[in-house]
């Protein structure tokens, strides 16, 4: 025990002196160590703020998901009302085209009688808003109804002047029906908005071709009367006919209840009949 005693002192020695030998080499071992705790902490404070900032980051990613989809609702319920709310201004808008064809456009041009059509929709339309107070609804209110009195002034005076070109004398009734019947709607624009107007067209339209009638048949039935022959048969004329016929009072010529030819059968057939019998 006493040698590995003196050996240990001796190993002891030798490393104490190994030890100032590289004293130097310790001491920058330990400035070097020194250095890179210093680093590790400042990294440790960096990566510290960094997983704050990441921390920020993720708090901030959340809020713009949730405006995202607070966005993405809302451009939903924008995109499902804008067909609809389209829909209502293009139906309860009034155009200057519209406004400037109704008075200026007469009521012969293809123009007006579209934008007849299309009046006659806003004001069924406006009908059917009248209930609701909304303040579009009061601001064309006038517009359209000052419009449908103007159309119905122009339809009125077309119509009207359509049929008094029937009673010209030598008139093609056939063309003037067919012309009227390119604009039967404006009838029905008439009685959609304006009875009493659409009545006065339809008695003026009757009284008109009630007397046409008239006058064609009358003409008819005297032409009629005119074909009907004044001669009556004499014996010269049929065979058979006796000359004891029973004559008019006031006339020698022999009266027929069927004038329209004197070579007409009667009843001349029975002759046979009775002879062969």
């Known amino acids: 025990s006493h040698e590995i005693e003196v050996e240990l002192r001796k190993v002891e020695t030798r490393s104490i002196g190994d030890y100032i030998s590289q004293s130097s080499n310790v001491a920058s071992l330990h400035y070097q160590i020194k250095n890179c705790d210093d680093i590790l902490a400042r990294m ?13 980051i993720s708090a901030e990613i959340q809020s713009l998901q949730d405006q ?3 966005m993405s609702v809302k451009l939903q319920n924008r995109q499902a009302i804008q067909g609809e709310l389209t829909q209502y201004v293009s139906d309860l ?8 064809h109704i008075t200026d456009t007469p009521a012969s041009e293809r123009e007006f009688s579209e934008m007849l059509r299309e009046l006659d929709h806003k004001l069924k339309f406006l009908n059917l808003q009248s209930f609701n107070e ?3 609804v009061y601001d064309v209110h006038d517009v359209l109804f000052k419009l449908k009195f103007k159309a119905i002034s122009k339809t009125r005076e077309f119509l009207l002047s359509k049929i008094y070109l029937f009673r010209r004398p030598m008139a093609n009734y056939q063309m003037l029906q067919n012309q009227l019947l390119n604009y039967k709607y404006f009838n029905e624009f008439l009685l959609a908005h304006s009875r009493e107007t659409a009545e006065q067209i339809r008695s003026e339209c009757i009284d008109t071709l009630s ?4 006058s064609y048949f009358k003409d008819y039935y005297h032409k009629l009367m005119k074909l009907q022959f004044e001669e009556t048969a004499e014996k010269d004329d049929l065979m058979g006919i006796e000359d004891t016929a029973k004559k008019g009072i006031f006339s020698s010529r022999t009266t027929f209840k069927n004038r329209s030819t004197v070579f007409t059968l009667a009843n001349r057939d029975t002759v046979l009949t009775t002879e062969l019998e």
């Open 44 to 56: 440790e404070e960096m990566l510290s703020k960094f997983q704050n900032d990441l921390g920020s």
């Open 68 to 70: 995202s989809r607070s």
């Open 93 to 100: 808008s009034v155009k200057e085209h519209l406004i400037q």
């Open 134 to 136: 909304y303040r579009s």
């Open 211 to 214: 007397k046409i009638y008239y």
